[in-house]
């Protein structure tokens, strides 16, 4: 599947190991009260382990995008914007459960979620999917994320280097996630002001289990990908694939400074 604007783009595969794809994404653009555009992106990765993940993912997204854009036309700060949306999806895959409020092995999903507004990126996130930014001119790359997973405790803690916990078995054990059976709901958000152009890759492990750190991520994006981010996502999911294509692989792409959000020209 791919999506795209004059100021994102995504593309979703199903890998070379599933039988489906539990993956989601949506891109869209909206108008802040000001008169300047907003760029979001929200993907979302299914749970495999639990039940009907793909519909988790659909309704994530969905719920999350709907809730940033009615948020960013009232004036909402993105940030507000982007707790508020995760909670919406959280809700929306909360319905999705047949039994009791911690119904176990619940449809469960990951979301991360990335606004460009004005001089200023905002990512929101539950769970293991990433946001990455990637310069332009490729000097000081960053991961915008913290995985909410078993390594990621392990490194926090000071018990184990982050090169042990990711090579342990259970390093990708989710910590938190969206569903009826969540222990918790606790939405990351963070915002900073790129002081040079550049490109947000929001994408699903999928592909970041071939580009872990920062560095490797801007490795492989295309040079040109603020210009073609289409042709640079599509780039990242055939890396991942020719990686081995393990799991599904979603990314999306959002040029910065933010450009009008219009449908391309044909």
Same mark, same amino acid.
């Given at each position: 599947m791919e999506r795209q604007l004059d100021?994102?783009?995504?593309v979703s595969d199903r890998g070379l190991r599933h039988h489906r794809n539990e993956d989601a994404f949506k891109v869209s653009a909206t108008t802040l009260p000001d008169g300047g555009p907003a760029i979001v992106a929200v993907v979302c990765d299914g749970v495999s382990s639990a039940t009907?993940?793909?519909e988790a993912s659909a309704a994530a997204s969905e719920a999350a995008t709907d809730a940033l854009l009615e948020a960013l036309e009232a004036g909402t700060s993105p940030k507000a914007a982007m707790h508020d949306a995760l909670l919406s999806a959280a809700d929306a895959v909360d319905a999705l459960s047949d039994g009791p409020s911690r119904d176990h092995n619940a449809p469960a999903c990951t979301c991360v979620s990335a606004i460009a507004a004005g001089d200023a990126v905002t990512v929101g996130w539950i769970g293991d999917s990433r946001a990455y930014w990637i310069p332009d001119d490729r000097r000081e790359p960053q991961r915008l994320t913290e995985d909410d997973s078993w390594a990621a405790r392990m490194v926090?803690?000071?018990?184990?280097?982050?090169?042990?916990?990711? &090579? @342990?078995?259970?390093?990708?054990?989710?910590?938190?996630?969206?569903? &009826? @059976?969540?222990v918790e709901i606790d939405p990351h958000t963070s915002s900073f002001r790129p002081d040079r152009p550049g490109v947000v890759v929001v994408c699903t492990d999928g592909l970041w289990n071939y580009a872990e750190s920062a560095r490797e991520m801007a490795s492989i994006v295309p040079k040109d990908a603020r210009a073609k981010p289409l042709r640079s996502a599509q780039h990242l999911v055939g890396f991942a694939l020719d990686g081995g294509g393990h799991d599904n692989i979603t990314v999306a792409v959002l040029p910065f400074p933010p450009a009008t959000g219009r449908p391309p020209e044909s």
């Amino acid at each position: 599947m791919e999506r795209q604007l004059d100021g994102v783009a995504a593309v979703s595969d199903r890998g070379l190991r599933h039988h489906r794809n539990e993956d989601a994404f949506k891109v869209s653009a909206t108008t802040l009260p000001d008169g300047g555009p907003a760029i979001v992106a929200v993907v979302c990765d299914g749970v495999s382990s639990a039940t009907r993940p793909d519909e988790a993912s659909a309704a994530a997204s969905e719920a999350a995008t709907d809730a940033l854009l009615e948020a960013l036309e009232a004036g909402t700060s993105p940030k507000a914007a982007m707790h508020d949306a995760l909670l919406s999806a959280a809700d929306a895959v909360d319905a999705l459960s047949d039994g009791p409020s911690r119904d176990h092995n619940a449809p469960a999903c990951t979301c991360v979620s990335a606004i460009a507004a004005g001089d200023a990126v905002t990512v929101g996130w539950i769970g293991d999917s990433r946001a990455y930014w990637i310069p332009d001119d490729r000097r000081e790359p960053q991961r915008l994320t913290e995985d909410d997973s078993w390594a990621a405790r392990m490194v926090a803690a000071g018990l184990m280097s982050e090169q042990d916990a990711y &090579a @342990d078995e259970r390093a990708h054990a989710i910590t938190g996630w969206l569903g &009826a @059976d969540a222990v918790e709901i606790d939405p990351h958000t963070s915002s900073f002001r790129p002081d040079r152009p550049g490109v947000v890759v929001v994408c699903t492990d999928g592909l970041w289990n071939y580009a872990e750190s920062a560095r490797e991520m801007a490795s492989i994006v295309p040079k040109d990908a603020r210009a073609k981010p289409l042709r640079s996502a599509q780039h990242l999911v055939g890396f991942a694939l020719d990686g081995g294509g393990h799991d599904n692989i979603t990314v999306a792409v959002l040029p910065f400074p933010p450009a009008t959000g219009r449908p391309p020209e044909s």
